[in-house]
């Protein structure tokens, strides 16, 4: 059959005058099979037609464009070809149960059901199987519906709840752990002035140390799940970089990490709209991760650029780098590729919200054992 691209000559296809490659002689011209076809062409969904072999025998345009596939490609051709092949080997035991008790139906819900692409790429489907008994033999009507949309919709609510709840759950624990944790840490910080002891001081010194990290953990959760307003002015983001490094002076150091950059924020100036202390949380939580991926030693290359109306920042590292896998992972809220107890699992998902709230974008590419680069672009201001 002709491809859909071309009119005309589906019309010609469709009223009989010119045979499809699966279409039998004893059935061409019939008014029967003339109807089934121009059906299956005008509905508004995917439909696809197979036999009780499960040849496929029709198609719609809208199939071709569902799967990827010409309408030469399908017809004749075994509908198994469009179901995944981790469940191909199962599908002909699916379709003789179907075929013994031929009753129209939904399948898909409540359970997961994906069609696979000719580019190999899987797409969640439900499908409605209606059972038709023509003249020659049984054949089976099926509409095709992707639920992409819908899926990532339903995947928003479930984040959205979720994030609710941890939200609730962070509120009470910030107003129920932060006093006492300031009398702790306040103490602890006390008693190592006082002490000359050191090994008093280095168990001390562990105290504050993980009443900080507890304190970071809650600060994170309070910023992800609470939207306080942004509070925008000119940044100047050289400075705020150099701002952070400064911080981090003794974890670079003691990590053996060089820092690497083409900026000179009192030289090239490139200011960007925004709350300078996201935007210092943004690069703070960019330059841990990349220090944290170099364990022994490596390079940390910042880069900045102004670049039509943008400012173009890049973090990259020597590091590790990020499995393809855990890579499409990155920004999800608690998923973390740090060993247990060294990651929360917020700080990028935490980045990654700062700067869409901006207005801007971040990407991630990285290769294992290559290193990862972090690309963001922020809508950049006039300077003070």
Do not use: W
């Not at 003789?96 to 797409?123: I, S």
């Not at 507890?214 to 306080?228: E, V």
């Amino acid at each position: 059959m002709i491809p859909s691209k071309r009119p005309k000559q589906r019309e010609r296809d469709t009223s009989g005058h010119r045979a499809k490659p699966a279409q039998s002689a004893s059935s061409a011209g019939r008014p029967e099979a003339d109807l089934y076809r121009q059906i299956v062409e005008a509905a508004p969904g995917g439909l696809l037609m197979v036999d009780e072999a499960g040849t496929i025998v029709l198609v719609n345009a809208l199939v071709e464009q569902q799967f990827g596939y010409t309408r030469e490609e399908l017809l004749g051709q075994s509908v198994e070809m469009l179901v995944p092949q981790r469940f191909r080997s199962g599908h002909p035991g699916h379709r003789a149960r179907f075929h013994r008790e031929p009753l129209q139906r939904q399948m898909g819900r409540g359970r997961d059901l994906f069609g696979v692409r000719k580019d190999g790429t899987e797409f969640p489907i439900e499908i409605g199987l209606t059972p038709i008994r023509t003249e020659e033999g049984l054949r089976i009507l099926a509409a095709v519906v992707d639920i992409t949309e819908r899926k990532g919709l339903g995947q928003q609510l479930r984040q959205t709840e979720r994030l609710a709840e941890v939200g609730t759950l962070a509120s009470g624990m910030a107003h129920e752990i932060g006093t006492p944790m300031n009398v702790i840490l306040g103490r602890a910080e006390q008693l190592i002035r006082r002490t000359d002891d050191e090994t008093v001081k280095k168990g001390l010194a562990t105290i504050v140390a993980q009443v900080e990290r507890i304190t970071k953990l809650m600060n994170q959760l309070l910023t992800f799940t609470r939207r306080k307003p942004i509070e925008r002015r000119a940044v100047n983001i050289g400075q705020t970089i150099e701002d952070c490094l400064e911080v981090l002076q003794e974890r670079l150091r003691s990590a053996r990490v060089t820092v690497a950059s083409n900026f000179a924020p009192t030289l090239h100036t490139a200011y960007v709209h925004a709350d300078p202390d996201q935007m210092s949380q943004v690069l703070l939580n960019l330059f841990i991760n990349a220090i944290h991926a170099m364990p022994d030693k490596g390079t940390l290359r910042i880069d900045v650029n102004q670049i039509n109306g943008q400012v173009k920042l890049v973090v990259a590292d020597t590091g590790m780098g990020i499995s393809k896998e855990d890579l499409s992972k990155i920004f999800t809220p608690f998923f973390t590729t740090k060993e247990v107890g060294k990651g929360t699992g917020l700080g990028l998902t935490v980045a990654h919200n700062i700067v869409q709230e901006h207005g801007g974008t971040i990407s991630v590419e990285s290769e294992p054992g290559e290193g990862t680069t972090f690309t963001i672009l922020l809508p950049a201001a006039k300077s003070i």
